[in-house]
């Protein structure tokens, strides 16, 4: 498969909105991950090739995922983001089909990660 790239960090004052996008073909199983100084890695999202979603508990309808397969690439919208969000969000992906979709170690192939900073 296709190494995966995330795009769409930033920095964005609490309140705001931002994007995630992570680029990579040949998976089944896709999933946001996200890891803070000192953290961590923790799950955020997860969503399979049949467009089955799991959300972690904090999201609190306030994160979508969604993929776009024609294009290769899946999103995480962001909304309302506090402070708390602040970290390295990491695009991860398997070419099995989900199976714990927000346990890390289920997940083989990974992204750089890309920064996101909500100011207190």
């Known amino acids: 498969p296709a190494p995966l790239v995330e795009s769409g960090g930033g920095a964005v004052p609490a309140g705001g909105s931002l994007r995630l996008a992570c680029a990579g073909s040949?998976?089944?199983?896709l999933a946001w991950f996200r890891q803070a100084p000192g953290k961590e890695r923790e799950g955020v999202a997860g969503?399979?090739?049949?467009?089955?979603?799991k959300y972690a508990d904090f999201v609190k309808g306030r994160f979508t995922i969604s993929r776009d397969k024609s294009a290769n690439r899946m999103y995480l919208q962001m909304n309302n983001l506090t402070p708390d969000d602040t970290a390295m969000y990491y695009c991860?992906?398997?070419?099995?089909?989900?199976?714990?979709?927000?346990?890390?170690?289920?997940?083989?192939?990974w992204g750089q990660g890309t920064q996101v900073t909500v100011p207190s």
């Open positions: 969503i399979d090739s049949g467009g089955s979603i």
């Open positions: 991860a992906a398997d070419v099995y089909p989900c199976t714990g979709y927000l346990q890390r170690v289920l997940y083989t192939y």
């Open positions: 040949g998976y089944d199983c």
